[in-house]
């Protein structure tokens, strides 16, 4: 989404087709809930644009009219089968006129950005590429073809856009388009080098500064991240480059600035439910178990869905010894997420300290069978069958989970893991054992 755009409240992207004179109506959720209003599109490429609905709800409260008198729905929307999308897409709603057979060069690139848009990239492809048979020098034809090839045949996109910037060196969108393309191909370096021409020709663009800083967030160059978002926000403070700003401020343990940009996250986006969670762990982080229940239950009040805000709150339920609060909020967050394994591994936690010994092994059982490269349910694992007097069984699994991870070795590294006393001391009695010592002293 271009920057000219966002400034001026344009911050929700769409597929859908829309008509001349269609401005000003609802933008439709697949139950035929108002999620924004529509408002055109950018130019001949692209999307549609449109004000989502929680700028709207802010707009509101500033114009004086309450919240509670409008009807706000957060439910989970329901998954459509392929079926059903096809369906609506084939809907004659969708029927798209093909142009003529006198058709310019410009109609052609209109219908096959119609046809992109409606999902059906494989007949778009075609005529974009009939384009620039017809006219060679047409570089947003390449650009655009790029676009369209890049989920399916990534290096053929690769050269689409490599033509479109030679055609046009200055054309940024291109450079964007291909730096994000290799950074999805774990390019990271080729990637800042697109990114660095793209600020070249286009240098008071927030966005792109946004993602050169999330390339060298995942290249852990964290100062230069810090540099490269800090001249986003002074073009524009948004909220997503504060947010951005916080993850970076995050992993360089900057919980001071952390914090103040989480603040200024909620101030621009009020009903925004990961600055609340994110900063919820903040505050878990710090001790500050009130506070981060806090924004937990504002996150979860304001998108109920998210079952890793349940494991959050759960988590600090259980730093603060109430295990029933923490064991509702784990079965809450698995009926949300069947496959979340972190809240399997603390479920077994709990039981094996309510003495369930046996319903706790089926917990950390059923978390490596999901995920058999963690190291915490095979240690875990290994404990409960040492107490149990399975030595040899124990002690195979317990070396195969240090292999994997030495640090569960460490008993401050249990504690930290919410490993209750009754596990932990079972723990102590299988890692002073001479094979586990001499596994540690090897490592």
């Given at each position: 989404?271009?920057?000219?755009?966002?400034?001026?409240?344009?911050?929700?992207?769409?597929?859908?087709?829309?008509?001349?004179?269609?401005?000003?109506?609802p933008?439709?959720?697949?139950s035929?809930?108002?999620?924004?209003?529509?408002?055109?599109?950018?130019?001949?490429?692209g999307?549609?644009?449109?004000?989502p609905?929680?700028?709207?709800?802010?707009?509101?409260?500033?114009?004086?009219?309450?919240?509670?008198?409008?009807?706000?729905?957060?439910?989970?929307?329901?998954?459509?089968?392929d079926s059903?999308?096809?369906?609506?897409?084939?809907?004659?709603?969708?029927?798209?006129?093909?142009p003529?057979?006198?058709a310019?060069?410009?109609?052609?690139?209109?219908?096959a950005?119609?046809?992109?848009?409606?999902?059906?990239?494989?007949?778009?492809?075609?005529?974009?590429q009939?384009?620039?048979?017809r006219?060679?020098?047409?570089y947003?034809?390449?650009f655009?073809?790029g676009?369209?090839?890049?989920e399916?045949?990534p290096?053929?996109?690769?050269?689409?856009l490599?033509?479109?910037?030679m055609?046009?060196?200055?054309?940024?969108?291109?450079?964007?388009?291909k730096?994000?393309?290799?950074?999805?191909?774990?390019?990271?370096?080729?990637a800042?080098?697109?990114?660095?021409k793209?600020?070249e020709?286009?240098n008071?663009?927030?966005?792109?500064?946004?993602?050169?800083?999330?390339i060298?967030y995942?290249?852990?160059?964290?100062?230069?991240?810090?540099?490269t978002?800090?001249?986003?926000?002074?073009i524009?403070?948004?909220?997503?480059?504060?947010?951005?700003?916080?993850?970076i401020?995050?992993?360089?343990?900057?919980?001071?600035?952390?914090?103040?940009?989480?603040?200024?996250?909620?101030?621009?986006?009020p009903?925004?439910?990961?600055?609340?969670?994110?900063?919820?762990?903040?505050?878990?982080?710090?001790?500050?178990?009130d506070?981060?229940?806090?924004?937990?239950?504002?996150?979860i009040k304001?998108?109920?869905?998210?079952?890793?805000?349940?494991?959050?709150?759960?988590?600090?339920?259980?730093?603060?010894?109430?295990?029933r609060?923490?064991?509702?909020?784990?079965?809450?967050?698995?009926?949300?997420?069947?496959k979340?394994?972190?809240?399997?591994?603390?479920?077994?936690?709990?039981?094996?300290?309510?003495?369930?010994?046996?319903?706790?092994?089926?917990?950390w059982?059923?978390?490596?069978?999901?995920?058999?490269?963690?190291?915490?349910?095979?240690?875990?694992?290994a404990?409960?069958l040492?107490a149990?007097?399975?030595?040899?069984?124990?002690?195979?699994?317990?070396?195969a989970?240090?292999?994997?991870?030495?640090?569960?070795?460490?008993?401050?590294?249990l504690?930290?893991?919410?490993w209750?006393?009754?596990?932990?001391?079972e723990?102590?009695?299988?890692?002073?054992h001479?094979?586990?010592?001499?596994?540690?002293?090897k490592q």
């Amino acid at each position: 989404m271009s920057q000219a755009f966002v400034e001026a409240g344009y911050r929700l992207a769409y597929t859908n087709l829309s008509l001349p004179g269609m401005s000003g109506g609802p933008v439709l959720d697949v139950s035929g809930q108002v999620i924004g209003i529509n408002a055109g599109i950018e130019n001949e490429i692209g999307l549609g644009y449109g004000v989502p609905s929680s700028s709207i709800l802010s707009l509101a409260t500033q114009a004086g009219l309450k919240k509670e008198s409008l009807k706000v729905v957060s439910t989970k929307l329901p998954s459509l089968k392929d079926s059903e999308i096809a369906l609506l897409a084939n809907h004659p709603l969708f029927a798209i006129k093909k142009p003529s057979a006198d058709a310019t060069e410009n109609d052609l690139f209109q219908y096959a950005n119609k046809m992109w848009r409606i999902n059906r990239h494989s007949e778009a492809i075609p005529i974009l590429q009939d384009i620039i048979k017809r006219k060679p020098d047409f570089y947003q034809a390449y650009f655009f073809l790029g676009g369209v090839l890049s989920e399916t045949d990534p290096e053929k996109a690769l050269a689409a856009l490599d033509k479109a910037t030679m055609l046009k060196p200055d054309y940024y969108e291109a450079w964007m388009q291909k730096s994000n393309l290799l950074f999805k191909l774990k390019k990271d370096g080729l990637a800042l080098a697109a990114i660095d021409k793209a600020i070249e020709y286009n240098n008071d663009d927030w966005s792109l500064y946004l993602f050169r800083s999330f390339i060298l967030y995942d290249l852990k160059r964290y100062p230069e991240a810090l540099a490269t978002i800090d001249k986003a926000i002074q073009i524009n403070p948004f909220y997503l480059n504060y947010s951005m700003r916080t993850i970076i401020r995050f992993h360089s343990q900057d919980y001071q600035g952390m914090l103040a940009d989480l603040n200024e996250v909620i101030k621009l986006q009020p009903d925004f439910d990961w600055a609340y969670a994110l900063r919820g762990l903040l505050y878990d982080i710090q001790k500050k178990w009130d506070l981060a229940v806090a924004d937990y239950n504002q996150a979860i009040k304001l998108r109920p869905d998210n079952a890793h805000t349940y494991f959050w709150r759960g988590t600090v339920y259980q730093r603060q010894g109430n295990d029933r609060a923490a064991l509702a909020d784990y079965n809450q967050a698995l009926t949300k997420d069947g496959k979340l394994v972190a809240a399997i591994i603390n479920i077994g936690h709990i039981k094996y300290e309510e003495g369930d010994v046996e319903g706790a092994i089926q917990q950390w059982e059923k978390a490596g069978q999901i995920n058999g490269s963690l190291a915490q349910p095979q240690m875990a694992l290994a404990v409960a069958l040492y107490a149990k007097g399975e030595q040899q069984k124990a002690l195979n699994m317990a070396q195969a989970a240090l292999h994997l991870d030495k640090s569960f070795a460490d008993v401050e590294v249990l504690k930290q893991n919410l490993w209750g006393t009754h596990l932990i001391d079972e723990a102590r009695k299988l890692l002073s054992h001479p094979t586990i010592q001499a596994l540690q002293t090897k490592q």
